[in-house]
């Protein structure tokens, strides 16, 4: 078992940046599919930006160009670097990975833009 843990949120003002941070409990485990989801209030749970099965990165529509999601493998670590944040992207944003194929998720860390 594994548990994921996010860092970085914060009330930033549009236009701002933000670095979000996500460690895993245990760095001698290989976590797969590691990545960024959120959840505005209201909306379903949707993805930013993972890392692929084959390491590989897929964004969502609304990231590409703004969001980079990097990581330590060595830590397990995974990060998403926002910038030019806007008011929309106001939300829970959910670390998630895979450990034997069994889907774990983080608690959340909010983000908050103000117009």
């Known amino acids: 078992q594994v548990q994921l843990v996010e860092s970085g949120g914060d009330l930033v003002q549009a236009g701002g940046s933000l670095r979000l941070s996500c460690a895993a409990s245990r760095s001698d485990l290989v976590i797969s599919a590691m990545g960024w989801y959120r959840q505005a209030p209201g909306k379903q749970r949707e993805l930013v930006a993972t890392f692929t099965s084959i390491g590989g990165t897929n964004y969502a529509e609304t990231a590409k160009g703004r969001f980079t999601i990097s990581r330590e493998n060595a830590r397990n670590t995974v990060y998403l670097q926002m910038n030019s944040l806007k008011p929309e992207d106001t939300a829970v944003y959910y670390c998630?990975?895979?450990?034997?194929?069994?889907?774990?998720w983080g608690q959340g860390t909010q983000v908050t833009v103000s117009s």
């Open positions: 998630y990975g895979r450990l034997y194929g069994r889907p774990y």
